[in-house]
């Protein structure tokens, strides 16, 4: 179980072979890297496919001067499209439809699922909210401002009211690739409270999330255990890039261990691509392994059993992770090791 990798290796040379000596393990044989099955963005889960999307920063408006109200994102085996729902953030401004973008929408995201896995329910309190954009999104001792407050309830307004349609190919328990189409909204009802002027009042404010939303996020908290990971680390750390990290990493080693294969490679650039498009590779890759260490505090086998590749190949540089479904040996490098 896992793979080897071509490191370093010179022209000519056939692909490396380790064979494991530890006891109680099968042989752990090597192959071409081209064998590898590529991991496209978002095959695998619907959460990951809503947190790329929500990654991108849209404008408000098309071609036509219009507002943008829908996003199409297809791949080889995913189609996600997400349909505006109509808004009114403070209770009095005019009705309108708005797509959640950007970092104050990636925030909502977080937070509503922080919030589910410590409430276990689809019905709770906003209260929270502003203090989660505080901690997180706040640098410093500096406060937001109320433009920017104001823009990030504008947002969580926008992810709630959003119509999800997704389209997604993947493997069955025998093997077999089906398709599912899903249809939903992020919430069933929402009561909001608003002061005599119009402004949000946040600590009576309750929603209530839509319940196939809230059974994705149920199932991927409890197939992975994430959700009691995700409050912990909410504690302990001040980067949302660590939460968001948290949940991809969970993803990507739950489904090799579902599968009792390797998955990937996955390149950083594929990665920078579905998680943080507006950073270079070098800061990605920075905080990516900034964010494993702190991981490894919560789930230090599972960060063992990411590989990270900074190899050259036979066919040219082989930069990324392998996600596997057992710790990598002394023989691979996992994200967390100094060597």
């Known amino acids: 179980m896992g793979t080897a990798y071509q490191g370093n290796q010179k022209k000519g040379l056939r692909p490396y072979v380790h064979k494991s000596k530890r006891r109680g393990t099968s042989e752990r044989q090597g192959v071409d890297i081209r064998d590898v099955p590529k991991v496209e963005p978002g095959n695998y889960s619907l959460l990951l496919l809503l947190n790329q999307a929500l990654s991108y920063r849209l404008s408000p408006t098309n071609e036509n001067g219009e507002p943008n109200t829908e996003w199409i994102q297809t791949d080889s085996r995913s189609t996600l499209r997400l349909v505006a729902g109509t808004i009114q953030p403070t209770g009095t401004d005019e009705p309108r439809r708005i797509l959640p973008t950007g970092k104050f929408a990636r925030a909502a995201f977080l937070w509503l699922m922080l919030a589910t896995a410590k409430h276990q329910s689809p019905k709770f309190s906003t209260e929270s909210f502003l203090d989660f954009l505080y901690k997180f999104y706040a640098s410093g001792a500096a406060r937001l401002t109320s433009e920017q407050e ?102 990507f080693v739950y489904q090799a261990r579902l599968g009792q294969r390797s998955i990937g490679p996955v390149s950083w650039e594929q990665l920078r691509g579905m998680f943080a498009p507006d950073q270079t590779d070098t800061r990605f890759l920075k905080r990516v392994k900034a964010s494993a260490f702190e991981l490894a505090k919560l789930d230090k086998l599972m960060m063992l059993s990411a590989e990270i590749l900074e190899g050259r190949g036979e066919h040219g540089p082989v930069h990324g992770l392998i996600f596997h479904p057992v710790p990598c040996d002394a023989f691979h490098k996992s994200i967390i090791d100094n060597r």
């Open 150 to 251: 104001a823009e990030a309830i504008e947002q969580l307004h926008a992810l709630l009211a959003v119509q999800v349609e997704a389209v997604l190919t993947g493997p069955t328990p025998d093997g077999n690739l089906v398709k599912k189409a899903y249809r939903f909204a992020l919430s069933s009802s929402a009561d909001w409270v608003y002061s005599a002027s119009g402004a949000p009042l946040l600590t009576e404010s309750t929603i209530v999330l839509a319940q196939p939303f809230y059974n994705h996020l149920a199932t991927f908290f409890v197939v992975t255990g994430t959700g009691p990971a995700l409050i912990q680390l909410a504690d302990k750390t001040q980067s949302p890039f660590t939460l968001d990290a948290l949940i991809w990493f969970s993803h």
